[in-house]
């Protein structure tokens, strides 16, 4: 039968090799006539997990050799060949593993797992919504968008669902929106659509990384629209990742920026300082890397906002001492970053920031310390509070006596009503990042 050859020709360039032996090499197709097929499988259970796994992709690659669509049959063989199918291994434990995954997509970083994503309060909520989606699938948040700057563990948390779910046996899909469209365009030119679009809706989770990358591409928008529609439809859970709020995507067609909107929505920010030690601290230690305390303050404060510059700074410091047996001190480390954090920029203290924040506004430094309540000085006041709080290591009552000798309590409400600002307020945001960026 030319039409089974071809068709498990087409399968076996759509599975793995283990998923082709298993679960096709097996089967006998015994007729196939106008409308319908007839296969001989070895069992039962060979049967139920197939029609679960297999059996979509199954027909479409039908349907693509030969234009048509058929009704499939089963029926079970009595041979013993057949009989000795790795199925029967799986019917024999399945009293404990009803289901074996399969997973799609990119490859899963094993080491992003929710147990080493270290929690602070920058992305609390995104690691919350994330675990709660890992754990139960569909139930609460659908689709979820992870949106945030770049290196802040967007790609983290994705894997670290997508490992967990790998872990619990439940079928997921990881992968990048570029891959997503790499896999488009050479479906679209060998003529594989229909296995394109049963491959990626038959994932019960989809995990999808950089989702601004489709901004702009049509084709690649169309056919994302459709897969979410179907998932979304049959109760999938979607997950997205992006560097921006939908609404700030360009080129982003209006029914996939409205769908983006429809769950919930979790933003990471830049790490506090305490966070990023905290990052550092557990990275060093995986690593095996000796880091003092002075230099982990100084990694942590010198550089600003991506985690990943920060765990490429750990790196070439652990393979400088490693490599040359030396002990890491602050002067060693400084010297190997010396491109990369310039001496000026080291350790950014209050005093720094309050002649940032006087520059910006254009006001004197005895204006910010003092007790003038007009908004023109109260807000950099408030700024340049949350500015030290995020960005050095003082605690409330330290910001307090370099702002003039204030209580606590008012820097903590300061930093609170900035940061609240900071949501509702694009141009406060903006300011203050432009604050940030020249410190
Ligand atoms: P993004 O996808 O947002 O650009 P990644 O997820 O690739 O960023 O993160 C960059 C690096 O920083 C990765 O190696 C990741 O493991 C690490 N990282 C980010 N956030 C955390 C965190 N909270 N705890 C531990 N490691 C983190
Ligand atoms: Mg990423």
Redesign the pocket.
Known sequence: MDIWKNVLETIEENVDEQTFENWFKPIKPIYINNDSISLEIPNKFFLDWFQKNYLALLKSSLSYVTKKEYTVKFSFSTNKDILSHPTKKYQKESSFKQKKHIFIGDTLNK??SFD?????TS?QFA?AAALSVAKNPSVNYNPLFIY????????????AIGNYLVAHNINVCFISSENFMNELINSIRYDRMPIFREKFRTAEVLLI??IQFIAGKERTQEEFFHTFNSLFESQRQIVM?S?KFPRDINFLEERLRSRFEWGLIAD?QP?EIE?KIA?LK??AYTLNIPLPDDVCFFLASSINS???E??GSLIRIGAFASLTEKEITLSTAKEILKNIIPDNKSVIDIETIQKAVTNHFKIKISDLNSNKRQRVYALPRQIGMYLSRKLTLSSFPEIGTSFGGRDHSTVIHAVNKIKKLIESDKSIKGIIESIENKL
């Open positions: 080491n992003h080493n994503f270290i929690v602070g992305n690691h945030g700057g770049v290196g802040l563990g967007k790609t983290h948390l994705l894997s990384d950089d990742s560097d990471i790490p966070t990052i557990s990275k991506n985690i990943r920060l765990e």
